[in-house]
C-alpha cells in the first residue's frame, strides 16, 4: 500500500531562515506524483510544488524547492528566506497509481506545522 | 490552473440535519474528489465523483451517510447526512489539473452541534 509519512509535527525557523521539511514515501509502483500543500489557518489548500518520479531534476517554485532522492523515498520540501506568511500547516502527498493507471487520488501525509519566528 | 469555488465556506449546523456543499469548477474535469479533514488531522478521501456515473466511496464512508451528485463536468455537491458532532470537520473538493497538478476548493468549515 501506498504511504506518506511525515515525521515533524511542529518545527519553527527565524525569520529570513531556510527550513526543510520532511517527507517520505512508500509506493511500489514506478511512477508516481509528490505534491506539498500549504494549509494556512483559514483551511484552504495551497498547491505549492510538484516532483513526479521520472523528472531528473528536483522542482523549483520561487523560494519552494523539492529535495527529491528517490533511493532513498524521499521528497523534502525546503523553504528558503523564511517569511512570517509561511507560517501553516504543510502536507506532502502523493498521487495514487495502480498499475498504468492514475486513479487522481491523493493520500496525505500527517502534515508539519510550521511557525516562523520574528 | 483551474479555479474551484466551494461553498459555503462555514457553517454550524445541528445535530440530526443535513448540509450540502457545492463545488463549482471554472473548467471542465473528469474527476473530482470530496475529502474530508477531521480537527487537527489529515485529508482522507471521501469519494470519487465521475460525471454520468455513480460516486465511488472510500472504505469507511457509504452512500447514504454522503451522497455525491455529479450533474456535468463542471459541477459537484456532497450532502453530509444526519449530522452529529463527529462530522465537525473541514470538507474539501480538489481536482487533477494538467496532471501535474491538483486544485482545491476553499473549503467548508463544519460545525455540528
Known amino acids: 500500500a501506498q504511504k506518506i509519512t511525515q515525521t515533524q509535527p511542529g518545527m519553527f525557523v527565524q525569520e529570513k531562515e531556510a527550513v526543510t521539511l520532511d517527507c517520505t514515501y512508500d509506493?511500489?509502483?514506478?511512477?508516481?506524483?509528490l505534491f506539498w500543500y500549504k494549509q494556512p489557518s483559514s483551511g484552504e489548500m495551497i498547491f505549492l510544488i510538484y516532483?513526479?518520479?521520472?523528472?531528473?531534476q528536483n522542482a523549483t517554485e520561487g523560494r519552494y524547492s523539492l529535495n527529491f532522492q528517490k533511493a532513498r523515498k524521499s521528497a523534502n520540501l525546503v523553504i528558503s528566506a523564511s517569511q512570517l506568511g509561511d507560517s501553516a500547516m504543510y502536507f506532502c502527498?502523493?498521487?495514487?497509481?495502480?498499475?498504468?493507471?492514475?486513479?487522481?487520488?491523493?493520500?496525505f501525509g500527517q502534515g508539519t506545522t510550521l511557525q516562523v519566528k520574528p | 490552473s483551474a479555479v474551484i469555488s466551494q461553498k459555503p465556506s462555514r457553517d454550524i449546523c445541528q445535530r440530526g440535519t443535513s448540509l450540502t456543499i457545492q463545488c463549482q469548477v471554472d473548467?471542465?474535469?473528469?474527476?473530482m474528489f470530496w475529502y474530508r479533514q477531521q480537527p487537527g488531522q489529515s485529508l482522507t478521501l471521501i469519494a470519487t465523483?465521475?460525471?454520468?456515473?455513480?460516486?465511488?466511496?472510500e472504505s469507511g464512508f457509504v452512500i447514504d451517510k454522503f451522497p455525491i451528485s455529479r450533474p456535468n463536468l463542471t459541477f459537484s455537491t456532497l450532502t453530509v447526512s444526519n449530522m452529529s458532532p463527529e462530522d465537525s470537520s473541514i470538507y474539501l473538493c480538489?481536482?487533477?489539473?494538467?496532471?501535474?497538478?491538483?486544485?482545491f476548493g476553499q473549503g467548508t468549515r463544519l460545525t455540528v452541534v
Open positions: 480538489s481536482v487533477e489539473g494538467q496532471g501535474t497538478e491538483a486544485f
Open positions: 516532483q513526479g518520479s521520472y523528472d531528473q
Open positions: 509506493t511500489s509502483d514506478p511512477s508516481y506524483g
Open positions: 502527498a502523493m498521487r495514487e497509481q495502480h498499475g498504468s493507471s492514475n486513479t487522481g487520488k491523493l493520500i
Open positions: 465523483a465521475n460525471q454520468g456515473s455513480e460516486a465511488t466511496y
Open positions: 473548467s471542465q474535469v473528469t474527476m
